[in-house]
């Protein structure tokens, strides 16, 4: 009988003799994704007043979003059933295109009555991910799909001191189904220090109690040193940030700050807030595993739900045909 000719050993790693040239393509892959630029979408949850348009704006050190909170008493607030247009801008950093693409939502739980006041937004993410799901379905689908789900959901919590309001809890649980939550604690320049660990030991514990799944994941892939990291973040969260767009001139040097009658808080001190650590983790270190996570958790979960529905519903059709051509 004669040998079998297939080998199911692991391919036996060789250093090429002479220079070959296929190490180029990281280079090459690089070339493509910088021509093509990369997309960001975001969307930002909070209460009135909280200054979600400021700190969005201090973040990506760009005027994206005009505020929509009052300035004035005879101004009606706006309804919770509303969704702001989007803010389409591409920022450009080092040859690095970025779509930036900022979703404004109106600040729930200032009615009377607040109840399924979190359903606009929960649909509007859902509807980001049905939108995609049909562009992939047809026959003669773009080479490149436009991207508008939903990558990073930005929650914006009231510095009380207490603790997280019911609703708050009932928001948060129905945004971590569908998109990657990371909370902030607004205007945190209006606690002390040991008020704002406090804050935010208390408001863990109850993410906790209530079984709420914030970003980041940890995956499989993941060596150590993210490992690390994502637990270090963990640890930090709830971030307590400051956002300015007004410049102070401090050390010589421009920087976006605010001034009190006791002092001036820099944004970019990690002494004064926890700005720095925020923008880090959204940008300089977690930005792709974002739109990956996304991609593989968020949509492929919403994606399977929507193939099984379809595939029961003409299951169900066919029966109904079967069985009125047999009557």
Known sequence: ????????????????????????????????????????????????????????????????????????????????????????????????????NIID????????????????????????????????????RDKFIPDTRIHCCVFFINPTGHTLKPIDIVVLKKLAEVVNVVPVIAKSDSLTLEERALFKERIMSEMQHNQIRLYPFDADENDDEELQLNERIREMQPFAVVGSERTIVIDGKATPARKHRWGIVNVEDERHCEFVYLRNFLTRTHLQDLIETTAHIHYETFRSKQLLALKESSAKAQQQASQTSNA
């Open 1 to 100: 009988m004669a040998a079998s000719l297939v080998s199911t050993a692991t391919p036996e790693e060789i250093t090429a003799g002479s220079y070959v040239g296929f190490d180029s393509i990281t280079r090459q892959i690089e070339h493509k994704l910088l021509k093509r630029g990369f997309q960001f979408n975001v969307i930002v949850v909070g209460q009135t007043g909280l200054g979600k348009s400021t700190l969005i704006n201090t973040l990506f050190a760009s005027h994206l979003v005009d505020s929509k909170g009052r300035t004035e008493p005879d101004i009606s607030p706006r309804a919770t059933t509303e969704i702001h247009p989007q803010s389409h801008v591409v920022i450009v950093e080092n040859g690095v295109k970025l779509r930036l």
């Open 105 to 140: 939502t109106p600040g729930y739980g200032d009615q009377i009555n607040n109840e399924g006041c979190w359903e606009p937004i929960i649909k509007y993410i859902k509807d980001q991910h049905s939108a995609y799901l049909r562009k992939e379905l047809t026959a003669m």
